[in-house]
């Protein structure tokens, strides 16, 4: 059973920049698909970034080009670097990664705050 758990959260103004971090207790290597969700207040868990493989990568249209999702297999993290945040970026942000036709493994979140 690998555990995947989620830093960097906090508090950030409008325009900051913030890298959130989810460590896997185990190796990631075995992860096809490693991303980040995030849940608003009021609202559903939605998409924000994903890596599937090596190398491809997709980003909900609101945070293309201020966003960034990274993997570092050697140190089995994966990364989301925040950049220009707004205040819709306020949210828990929760990570996952699964095996190729497996149920994903996910954290138990990390709260981001976007206030001015």
């Known amino acids: 059973q690998v555990q995947v758990v989620e830093s960097g959260g906090g508090s950030v103004q409008p325009g900051g920049s913030l890298r959130l971090s989810c460590a896997a207790s185990?190796?990631?290597?075995?992860?096809?698909?490693m991303g980040w969700y995030r849940q608003r207040p009021g609202s559903e868990r939605e998409l924000v970034a994903t890596t599937i493989g090596e190398h491809w990568t997709n980003y909900a249209d609101s945070v293309k080009g201020r966003f960034t999702i990274s993997r570092d297999n050697a140190k089995n993290t994966l990364y989301l670097e925040m950049n220009s945040v707004k205040l819709e970026d306020t949210a828990v942000y929760y990570c996952?990664?699964?095996?190729?036709?497996?149920?994903?493994?996910w954290g138990q979140g990390t709260q981001v705050t976007v206030s001015s």
């Open positions: 185990g190796s990631i290597l075995s992860f096809y698909t």
């Open positions: 996952y990664g699964a095996r190729m036709g497996a149920q994903p493994y």
